[in-house]
């Protein structure tokens, strides 16, 4: 874990300005003394930034190492639930685990656990998560008024998030696929897990883990999934920042989440349409009960997706897993 | 944590026969030396198992500390999915909290931890759940196949499992309370809490925890609850036998729960309903919409109260706090 509030002050400081600050300034503000600043400067050194020391100058940030800290990230974001407390790790077994180890021993809702990489990133149902350097893998930790038969809200809300995130910090134009496959190019570029712990009728806590395949590349993940994943970079044919594109993903989580606690889950759902590539679309829906296929018309006021079936007849559907056999 | 399948064996022997067992057929049984034998025996002694050792005779037990062992249980049930492992405890903070963390490492399903007190019992929306010794506390781990909104299933088959064996166990004529609280003489005897971890649509795994106020003195209880509980030696004005209550109720929690998980639930809703004193009842329905009057009809087909108001709508409660204005 990295961070201390001096640095965060001595990076705004230093990113506020064009020319040098001087080190007495930065001893003032801080309340240390000016060796004390000295050796923040050189522990920021070390993990990466670039910055210019001069003699009765001062200091003068010259370049960030690609980390997505919270002195880098703090900075960039607005947000009133989401991120008051973001917790950097170099690696982890899985953001998950952490933020639900974390939630276990009262860690309030908001916040953000964020790794660089993943040794057991996990998808939906025990699934691996492959999690290379260059991806964009974080937790939330979420305490919500929820009923358990809820959570399906809380990972619809993290797809319309994200996806108008990527949107807006990369120009990718990702849309959704129902439920919450956030898609480039037809392949997945997001995986989102909802995990809670919970009682019969009211959750404990839950925790949203998000990986973003931002800057990975595709020929790292293992053959069975190379058809179905692809990242941003590949789409782009160029890095994106993941400095912004976490920034605003976390801060669209933020606005998202405040419509979804306050019951504003409509809103979302205005959004999740606008994104979706799967209303109009010929979908197979594979389900326990059956296959079947049909048009998407809409999506219900719990997420739901209502299918017309060849017959006329509109089916309803609270999970399966969806293709798109024809697009709209 | 105690417990040997040495022990085992040899207290089932030890049970098993009037008189005396030779420490050589003990010892050729466990493939161990007749020294060996007398160390299990010595160890049992220091439990507080009162054991007879007589020369060239062999050992004759003459009475068992009163422990939720697993050596005292195994016993005495006949399981299938539940309690193939026990883990016994003299104290923790919460069987339900050791539970967790065994789950969380991938214990499987079935496995009950039993502990003779807790420190930090808990009920239901983090309230708290006395637990002195004399009762019965104990958690189980269940990994269902189920949907998170269907975890009060689970909760109100529990009810449905403890009632009946305490019925059987000690006699005591407890009554369900709509939807799971098990009741003696008007007040509460036991304490359910159904806990999971579980994503959207699966559920990973389930934690339901039981506490039975079984020789438990209600002047232990702190002043705030002693009006709504009470222990079922209080109202039989004599200890229950909590060996023989804690297998019984392992082995009705087997049986429900093998209904449940065949999808038998209706089976489990017939017992609840021949158990209920809240059906026919006049009720008042405290939630978070109003607080309604009328008469309890019966339960939905998902444990769900159907009431019959003043006007004759029919109501329906998913949850709620039910208080018994009238008996049916």
Redesign the interface.
Same mark, same amino acid.
């Given at each position: 874990m990295r961070g201390s509030n001096a640095r965060v002050v001595i990076l705004h400081r230093l990113r506020d300005r064009e020319g040098f600050t001087s080190g007495q300034a930065l001893a003032r503000e801080l309340g240390i003394s000016r060796p004390g600043v000295w050796k923040h400067i050189e522990s920021m050194r070390a993990e990466g930034y670039q910055i210019e020391a001069v003699p009765r100058l001062g200091y003068r940030l010259i370049a960030s190492p690609d980390v997505l800290s919270a002195e880098e990230i703090l900075p960039l974001i607005r947000t009133k639930a989401i991120g008051r407390r973001i917790l950097h790790f170099e690696n982890v077994t899985s953001t998950n685990d952490v933020a639900r180890d974390l939630a276990v021993k009262g860690e309030p809702e908001g916040t953000v656990v964020i790794a660089e990489t993943q040794g057991e990133g996990r998808g939906? @149902?025990g699934r691996a998560w492959v999690s290379p350097p260059g991806g964009v893998y974080f937790s939330v930790i979420l305490r919500p008024v929820l009923?358990?038969?809820r @959570?399906?809200n809380?990972?619809l809300m993290t797809a319309v998030a994200t996806a108008a995130a990527i949107r807006e910090a990369t120009g990718v134009d990702v849309t959704i696929k129902w439920p919450n496959d956030v898609m480039a190019d037809g392949r997945k570029v997001v995986g989102i897990?909802?995990?809670?712990?919970?009682?019969?009728?009211?959750v404990?806590f839950v925790i949203v883990g998000v990986g973003i395949n931002a800057n990975t590349d595709p020929r790292q993940y293992p053959q069975s999934v190379r058809t179905s994943l692809t990242s941003l970079s590949a789409v782009l044919g160029e890095p994106v920042d993941r400095l912004t594109l976490a920034a605003a993903v976390l801060q669209h989580f933020d606005e998202d989440w405040t419509r979804l606690a306050r019951g504003q889950f409509g809103d979302v759902l205005h959004d999740w349409r606008r994104m979706s590539s799967t209303l109009g679309a010929t979908v197979r829906v594979s389900t326990v009960r059956g296959v079947f296929e049909g048009t998407a018309l809409d999506i219900g006021p719990d997420g739901e997706l209502i299918v017309a079936m060849p017959d006329g007849r509109k089916c309803t559907f609270?999970?399966g897993e969806v293709e798109h056999l024809r697009s709209a």
């Amino acid at each position: 874990m990295r961070g201390s509030n001096a640095r965060v002050v001595i990076l705004h400081r230093l990113r506020d300005r064009e020319g040098f600050t001087s080190g007495q300034a930065l001893a003032r503000e801080l309340g240390i003394s000016r060796p004390g600043v000295w050796k923040h400067i050189e522990s920021m050194r070390a993990e990466g930034y670039q910055i210019e020391a001069v003699p009765r100058l001062g200091y003068r940030l010259i370049a960030s190492p690609d980390v997505l800290s919270a002195e880098e990230i703090l900075p960039l974001i607005r947000t009133k639930a989401i991120g008051r407390r973001i917790l950097h790790f170099e690696n982890v077994t899985s953001t998950n685990d952490v933020a639900r180890d974390l939630a276990v021993k009262g860690e309030p809702e908001g916040t953000v656990v964020i790794a660089e990489t993943q040794g057991e990133g996990r998808g939906r @149902l025990g699934r691996a998560w492959v999690s290379p350097p260059g991806g964009v893998y974080f937790s939330v930790i979420l305490r919500p008024v929820l009923p358990p038969g809820r @959570l399906g809200n809380v990972t619809l809300m993290t797809a319309v998030a994200t996806a108008a995130a990527i949107r807006e910090a990369t120009g990718v134009d990702v849309t959704i696929k129902w439920p919450n496959d956030v898609m480039a190019d037809g392949r997945k570029v997001v995986g989102i897990l909802t995990e809670m712990l919970g009682e019969a009728d009211a959750v404990n806590f839950v925790i949203v883990g998000v990986g973003i395949n931002a800057n990975t590349d595709p020929r790292q993940y293992p053959q069975s999934v190379r058809t179905s994943l692809t990242s941003l970079s590949a789409v782009l044919g160029e890095p994106v920042d993941r400095l912004t594109l976490a920034a605003a993903v976390l801060q669209h989580f933020d606005e998202d989440w405040t419509r979804l606690a306050r019951g504003q889950f409509g809103d979302v759902l205005h959004d999740w349409r606008r994104m979706s590539s799967t209303l109009g679309a010929t979908v197979r829906v594979s389900t326990v009960r059956g296959v079947f296929e049909g048009t998407a018309l809409d999506i219900g006021p719990d997420g739901e997706l209502i299918v017309a079936m060849p017959d006329g007849r509109k089916c309803t559907f609270t999970s399966g897993e969806v293709e798109h056999l024809r697009s709209a």
